[in-house]
């Protein structure tokens, strides 16, 4: 059942691909990314990363954003719950505004050769700064929603990968709607028993919304896992 439910959700990941291929970008830029990761006690694992996004085309810092997680193991090699807490600092061209970001997901992992699928939900809330400007709903919540594919190559330390996310704000005048989608594609390459190094290129479409944006990024990511 499992199996006939993944080549599903396969071809659902799939349908971002030609979207971005044929899409007009609006923007293009770059991500940079260090992730630290550790163990806690059994089942219970640490996190902690710093991303900065440039754009406009890689001139411009456009966000900064440090974060922490914790991750429990439900089931394991199947289930687990996160919670996570991201500062974000955005750049708006004559200052930068903070927000803060809460959020909680359940991720189920399944291997069906040769891919390990992982689907991820998410429920996220974001406060903005209420004194720089007056937003109709603060905080924002998103539901999201990922589906990536790993491509497993026997013996090898590299491991390509595809993912697909979606994204609904939850409160909004216009209801439950999708207005963002995500598709990423890239390799991830294992260099020690603790260190790998990641390569993706991240298309961003914005659906649903006034002037719609289209950005691609091309991102490197350094893991280390203590």
Known sequence: MFRGLAQRL?????IG??????????????????????????????????ELRFNNPFSALDRS?????????LIRKVLKADVGYDFLYYNQTTWFEPRHRVAFALSLQQKVDPFA???????????RDESRGDYKFNPKYVWRNKLEAVYTIFGSPVKPYLSEEIMCPLNTTRGFLLDMFRTEGGVRYRISESTTWQFFLRYDQE????????????GVGWNYSF
Do not use: C, H, M
């Open 65 to 73: 954003a440090p974060s922490v997680d914790l991750e429990y193991t």
């Open 207 to 218: 659906v649903q919304v006034k002037s719609p944006k289209a950005v691609l990024y091309g």
């Open 117 to 127: 699928l992982k689907l991820r939900s998410k429920i996220q809330s974001t406060w």
């Open 10 to 14: 396969l071809f659902l990941l799939f």
């Open 17 to 50: 691909i030609p979207a971005a291929l044929s899409a007009q970008l609006t923007d293009a830029g770059g991500i940079g990314a260090i992730n630290l990761s550790g163990n806690l006690l059994y089942g219970l694992d640490w996190g902690f990363s710093q």
